[in-house]
């Protein structure tokens, strides 16, 4: 009898088999765990990651950010926040405008270089003021501009060049006209008509009028001088919108004011012309 039937005859067959069994077993694990692998590098490949900041544990509102409350986390590019945070390094030591939750991707709108506590006026910087404000509607309606962001003010006025106190039949130009006023000013505080407002929040006209039709109010960081600014462009009588800027964009901009004709040089709009039919 040849030495393969005398392994495949009596208790050695049984043997045999069941080592076969398991070098087969073995062999099929290894071929799936190759093809999960392989699946896993294709998916990973697929899907582009970005690496952002995440919070270890819970920072409280207003308390300092250590990094040892950190990590750098990789998170679909598709589904991360466009402020995220991409560095330790940009929010470490700064000051949390936010109660800022575990696992939670950290913004740079929640991390400002000025102490904020539940006392403004002790959170002020020195040589600032604080001017407050109605927040426009639709940026109340959508929570669009968090503490710590940046805007731009625009003002639309109707200007004349009639000169006060002239008689009727006196003659002026005038119109609508839209010009970019103060840039980059910090929104230190953010809150709603419900809002427990602190008893010396300058502006009670602002305030009061905030919470007869529902809308939200901010302080806005700026000089004195800004200050007297910003109370011009709120008493001109004109529509004042807010415009949010990047983040990390400091540079003021030079832009030309915008009136009718304008729109009627750069669009090609056909002014209405006195048209007098007949003989």
């Not at 070098?23 to 998916?43: D, E, H, K, P, Y």
């Not at 950190?70 to 589904?79: Q, R, S, V």
């Not at 462009?233 to 949010?244: E, N, P």
Request: hydrophobic share 45%; proline share 4%.
């Amino acid at each position: 009898m040849s030495g393969i039937a005398k392994l495949l005859s009596g208790k050695r067959a049984g043997t045999v088999l069941m080592l076969c069994g398991i070098v087969l077993a073995a062999a099929a694990f290894l071929l799936v765990l190759n093809v999960s692998r392989g699946s896993q590098a294709t998916a990973d490949q697929t899907v582009r990651q970005v690496y952002v900041v995440t919070a270890t544990k819970e920072i409280p509102q207003f308390t300092t950010i250590h990094a040892d409350a950190l990590a750098i986390k990789a998170f679909p590019a598709a589904y991360a926040p466009s402020s995220a945070a991409a560095k330790i390094e940009d929010v470490d030591g700064k000051f949390a405008t936010t109660t800022i939750e575990p696992e939670q991707i950290v913004l740079n709108s929640q991390a400002s270089t000025t102490r904020r506590t539940a006392n403004l006026s002790a959170s002020i910087p020195p040589g600032k003021e604080l001017y407050w404000m109605p927040i426009p509607g639709l940026l109340v309606a959508t929570g669009g501009v968090q503490a710590g962001d940046h805007v731009d003010i625009l003002l639309s006025a109707n200007l004349s060049n009639k000169a006060k106190g002239a008689s009727p039949d006196q003659v002026g130009v005038g119109g609508i006209t839209t010009q970019t006023t103060m840039q980059n000013v910090e929104l230190f505080f953010i809150g709603s008509s419900t809002s427990d407002l602190p008893q010396d929040a300058g502006g009670a006209n602002n305030t009061a009028g905030a919470k007869t039709n529902g809308a939200g109010v901010a302080a806005l960081l700026v000089t004195p001088q800004d200050a007297l600014m910003l109370k011009y462009i709120k008493d001109a009588g004109g529509t004042i919108d807010w415009v949010l800027r990047n983040r990390d964009t400091k540079d003021t901009v030079n832009t030309e004011a915008v009136t009718a004709d304008t729109l009627a040089d750069q669009f090609k709009f056909r002014v209405p012309q006195q048209w007098t039919v007949g003989g």
